[in-house]
C-alpha cells in the first residue's frame, strides 16, 4: 500500500522544532513510501527564512542515508503573494526541488495570520474571503514553479466569523475561477489533514470543493499533514486517500524534479 505526506514542517521552519531526523524516522516507522520536506519560506519579514544554500545539502544527505527506506523530497512550502512574484519565481528557479507547494499565508499587506484582527474586522465573511481568493488567483496567474496550491481554503483556519468554513455553496464562483486556473496550467491542489489539529474535524479543502476539483477535470492531487510535531507527520494520511478516492480519484500524485507522476490509489 502506498501512503506518502507531502507536507511535513521541520525544525528548519521558524514555527517548528521538529529534529529533522526524527520526522524521517517517524515518516519510516508509520510505513511511508515518501516523504516531501516542505521547510516555509516566505518573504514578509516577520518570517524567519532558511538559508536554502545550507538547507539544500542537508537534504540531499539524508536523502542519500534513507535511501533504502524512504523517498525523501526535496520541496518547500513557498508563500505566494504577485506583489513579490518577481522574487518567489527567482526563487523558484534558483534550487533544485523535486517538488514546490505554493500557499496563500498574506493578502495583499496582511498576513492572514498575524494581522487577522485588520483584515478581518469591520469587514464581513464574504468580503474578506473575497479578497482572500482573489489575491489567491492573482498568484496563480503571476507565479511559476509551483507544483500544488497548499491549503486553498487557508482563510478558514484564522476566520473570527460564527462559521469560518469555506464551502462551495457559498464561494463557488471563486473557487471555480482559481480551481480552472490551476488546471489550465497543470498545477494541482492538496488535501491538508491539518483540521484535525485546528479543532474543524476536516481536511482543506474540505470534500464539496474537493468533488468540484475533480468534476473540472482536476487530477494532480497530493496529500499532506501539514505537521510541525514529530508525532504530527502522517497523521491522518490514510483518511486523506480515502476521501480522494470517495471524492472520484483513482491515482494519487508524486513527483520527480517537479513533474507529476501517478500511482493508483489503493
Ligand atoms: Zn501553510
Ligand atoms: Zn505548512
Given at each position: ?10 525544525e528548519?521552519?521558524f514555527d ?22 516542505t ?15 545550507k ?8 536523502k542519500?542515508k ?13 508563500g ?12 523558484m ?5 523535486d ?11 496582511l ?11 469591520g ?7 473575497g479578497?482572500y481568493?482573489e489575491?489567491?488567483y ?22 473570527m ?8 455553496s457559498?464561494?463557488?464562483?471563486y473557487?471555480d ?26 481536511t ?5 470543493i474537493?468533488?468540484?476539483?475533480k468534476?473540472?477535470g ?9 505537521s ?9 494520511i ?11 480519484f ?17
Amino acid at each position: 500500500m502506498f501512503r506518502a505526506d507531502y507536507h511535513v514542517h521541520t525544525e528548519y521552519s521558524f514555527d517548528s522544532e521538529a529534529p529533522i531526523n526524527a520526522v524521517i524516522e517517524r515518516a519510516i516507522a508509520l510505513g511511508l513510501k515518501e516523504i516531501a520536506v516542505t521547510d516555509h519560506v516566505d518573504f514578509d519579514p516577520r518570517y524567519y527564512i532558511t538559508d536554502y544554500n545550507k538547507y539544500i545539502p542537508i537534504i540531499e544527505a539524508l536523502k542519500e542515508k534513507y535511501s533504502d527506506k524512504i523517498n525523501i523530497l526535496t520541496a518547500v512550502e513557498l508563500g505566494l503573494e504577485s506583489r513579490m512574484s518577481d522574487k518567489l519565481n527567482k526563487f523558484m528557479a534558483d534550487f533544485p526541488f523535486d517538488f514546490v507547494i505554493g500557499s496563500s499565508h498574506g493578502v495583499g499587506m496582511l498576513d492572514v495570520y498575524y494581522d487577522r484582527t485588520r483584515l478581518f474586522e469591520g469587514r464581513s465573511k464574504k468580503e474578506a474571503y473575497g479578497i482572500y481568493f482573489e489575491e489567491l488567483y492573482k498568484n496563480i496567474l503571476t507565479c511559476f514553479g509551483f507544483n500544488v496550491y497548499g491549503h486553498i481554503d487557508y482563510i478558514s483556519r484564522y476566520g473570527m466569523y460564527d462559521d469560518n468554513s469555506v464551502k462551495y455553496s457559498e464561494f463557488g464562483d471563486y473557487i471555480d475561477e482559481c480551481l480552472k486556473a490551476l488546471i489550465d496550467r497543470g498545477l494541482g491542489i492538496e488535501i491538508n489533514t491539518s483540521g484535525f489539529r485546528y479543532g474543524i474535524e476536516a481536511t482543506y479543502p474540505s470534500v464539496d470543493i474537493l468533488k468540484r476539483y475533480k468534476e473540472l477535470g482536476g487530477e494532480i492531487l497530493t496529500c499532506g499533514s501539514d505537521s510541525h510535531r514529530v508525532e504530527d507527520v502522517g497523521d491522518h494520511i490514510d483518511y486523506a486517500y480515502h476521501l480522494a478516492s470517495e471524492s472520484g480519484f483513482r491515482y494519487i500524485t508524486v513527483f520527480r524534479q517537479r513533474k507529476p507522476e501517478f500511482i493508483g490509489i489503493d
